[in-house]
Structures are given as structure tokens and as C-alpha cells.
């Protein structure tokens, strides 16, 4: 019973609902962001060449430094236009799985290097 009251207040709590609000928005900012780079840029896989298609899933957009560094810079690295390249999903679950081809490994090595000015 006592853990029945305590999950309903956590459940009313103000706290909580407003960082549900936040965490929404940073999604469609994401998004937004995305789809902003998919306008600007040719739709074919920055690691073997595939074309993407016409319409922009989420597994084409990656980022290098992975958002979870995040907190790490004084920098926003999360919407840096060099931070995100279009990939294909074969190579998407590639570099997920640990495979970075030597081509990414140069533009992270190039990124970490600019991003090292901004450390926390
Ligand atoms: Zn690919």
C-alpha cells in the first residue's frame, strides 16, 4: 500500500512532467534539424555510396561524437552540422556495431581534435 501512495505522487510530480515537456522538444529540435540537413545535403550514404531514397528515416543521420558527450563541452556538438554525417542503415548498424571505417576514423580524429578547444 505504501508503494502504491508513493508511485502516484511520483506520478503527479511536477518535476517529472516537465522533463517529459523538455525531453519531447529536444526531439522534435532533433528532428527539425535532421530534416534540415537532408535538404542540404545529396542523399546517398557518406560511407559506401548508397543512395538514400526521397524520404529521411532517423537511422540516415549520425553523429560522429555521440550525443551522449554531450555534457562533456561547453560547445553544442549535438547540433554541429559537422557532427552528422547520412549514412545508409547497413552502415549505421556497422558503425553501432563498432566497425569505423578508416574514412570516419579521419573525420573523428579531425572532430575530436576541434572539439578538445571546448572540454569541460
Ligand atoms: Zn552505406
Not at 34 to 40: D, H, I, V
Not at 84 to 95: A, E, F, M, N, P
Not at 96 to 102: A, I, K, M, R, T
Amino acid at each position: 500500500m505504501f508503494g502504491r501512495l508513493r508511485t502516484i505522487r511520483l506520478k503527479k510530480s511536477p518535476f517529472k512532467r516537465k522533463h517529459h515537456h523538455v525531453h519531447t522538444e529536444e526531439i522534435v529540435k532533433l528532428r527539425d534539424f535532421f530534416l534540415s540537413l537532408w535538404k542540404k545535403r545529396p542523399h546517398y550514404c557518406t560511407v559506401c555510396g548508397a543512395y538514400l531514397g526521397t524520404e529521411p528515416h532517423s537511422y540516415n543521420f549520425h553523429h560522429i561524437i555521440g550525443k551522449r558527450f554531450q555534457s562533456e563541452y561547453s560547445i553544442d556538438i549535438t547540433y554541429n552540422e559537422k557532427n552528422i554525417i547520412l549514412v545508409c542503415l547497413d552502415c549505421h548498424s556497422s558503425i553501432e556495431n563498432g566497425f569505423l571505417p578508416p574514412s570516419l576514423q579521419k573525420l573523428k580524429t579531425e572532430l575530436l581534435r576541434i572539439y578538445s578547444a571546448f572540454r569541460k
